[in-house]
């Protein structure tokens, strides 16, 4: 058996959006910038898409959601866009982010840190989510942007976006959200909660890999990221990627009208595998599950080095992820682990499973037989677990 729980990673392409696309390759290939009706014919699918990316968000006529090639893409170009715009030339010096967002929010601050610019890396409390307090004591008139998750790719834990957004209009500051794991697990209105930008990448939500977007409040200027042929508004120049931007639209409704009744499917299985593994004894799950995105869960299994468990339940044809993974290359630096206040050797045992409306119930008992059956294994030639009787009996 074949089981995929890293969804937070990417995701399969739903049939759905494959057949949404097949079109766009061979039949309707032609360059919509082009004058001919092999250009023109491209136009109503792209409308459609179009249109379904801005009614699964919410956004309204007068927003723009420019297409990228995926999230560190649209990551990147917010940040760099407010250093040109608020920063190099002008008044504010400041960026306020977590420190537990993804490394194409985390690295490019660093950047702009190297530029002379002063970011503030949020603490996150032992859920892994920021502490409002912490925001408004960092706040202050030299502050440019916030750049804070929806939810977290590692623990799921969902960050509380609207009091943030609340904040940030406040003191009128630029706000950012990276709604990579939002988008397809929770809704994600951003006139409700009144976001500037917003990135998000469609391989997250069963679309295809290598397009993404940046949602841009109506009347906030970008500096253009590609200059060019005048593509995206002159924003990102380059040929439109037509069966990547048809994909994502279609992948977005279906994410948007399955939401409810896949999440609950999805939730349940999740806290099924959950409570699984918490059976086993010292195991610990991070963050309070009402608080998650319902797909995710990430486990310390103490005594067992996440690699490791990795890999034996790679061997049982398993897919998890080690929380750390796209974190950094040292665990002990993985700071979602090191945030919660764990342990060195405990920032080592993260494991993460993340799951999908592809799931199934029978997936889930083959994780729940192949993780005990890894950490028996492991435990047992483990010098840093104390394997007694008791270990043994009260769980495995
Ligand atoms: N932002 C978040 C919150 C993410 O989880 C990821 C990918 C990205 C941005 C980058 O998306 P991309 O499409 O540009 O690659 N996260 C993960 C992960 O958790 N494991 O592998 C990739």
Redesign the pocket.
């Known amino acids: 058996m074949r089981v995929y729980f890293d969804n937070?990673?990417?995701t399969i392409v739903d049939p759905k959006v494959r057949d949404a696309m097949i079109p766009f390759f061979c039949e309707y290939y032609g360059n919509p910038n082009s004058l001919h009706q092999f250009g023109s014919e491209t136009h109503p699918a792209l409308r459609v898409a179009m249109d379904q990316l801005y009614a699964g968000i919410n956004a309204s006529d007068e927003d723009d959601i420019i297409i990228t090639s995926?999230?560190?893409?649209s990551?990147n170009w917010v940040l760099k866009s407010i250093y040109e715009t608020h920063i190099k030339n002008g008044e504010k010096n400041h960026i306020i982010t977590s420190a537990v967002e993804?490394p194409?929010?985390i690295a490019v601050c660093k950047y702009l840190e190297s530029l002379g610019v002063e970011v503030s890396f949020l603490p996150v409390n032992s859920d892994g989510v920021i502490e409002i307090d912490a925001l408004k004591d960092a706040i202050h008139d030299k502050t440019a942007l916030v750049s804070i998750?929806w939810a977290?790719?590692?623990t799921g834990m969902i960050f509380p976006i609207k009091e943030i957004s609340d904040i940030c209009k406040e003191h009128n500051v630029l706000f950012h959200t990276?709604g990579?794991?939002a988008i397809g697990k929770i809704p994600v209105d951003v006139q409700d909660v009144g976001v500037d930008f917003m990135?998000f990448?469609a391989?997250?939500f069963h679309g295809p890999k290598g397009v993404?977007a940046l949602f841009v409040k109506k009347g906030l200027e970008l500096i253009p990221l590609l200059h060019g042929g005048d593509q995206m508004g002159g924003k990102r120049s380059g040929t439109l990627n037509v069966p990547g931007i048809v994909g994502m639209g279609e992948a977005m409704e279906i994410a948007v009208k399955e939401l409810t009744c896949e999440g609950n499917l999805v939730r349940k299985l999740r806290d099924k595998l959950e409570d699984a593994i918490l059976k086993t004894p010292d195991t610990f799950s991070v963050g309070d599950r009402e608080h998650r995105v319902p797909n995710t869960v990430l486990v310390s299994v103490k005594g067992v080095e996440g690699e490791s468990m990795l890999w034996d339940l790679n061997r049982a044809g398993i897919a998890a992820?080690t929380g750390s993974?796209?974190a950094s290359e040292d665990l002990e630096s993985n700071p979602v682990m090191e945030a919660i206040g764990a342990e060195a050797d405990l920032a080592h045992t993260a494991l993460r499973f993340s799951l999908s409306r592809f799931s199934t119930e029978e997936e889930v008992d083959y994780v729940i037989l192949h993780f005990k059956k890894a950490v028996e294994r492991l435990r047992a030639i483990s010098s840093s677990y104390a394997y007694t009787p008791k270990n043994h009996k009260s769980g495995l």
């Open positions: 937070n990673a990417t995926c999230a560190t893409e990551n993804h194409s929010v998750m977290n790719n590692e990276d990579v794991q990135s990448s391989h997250k993404g992820s993974a796209c």
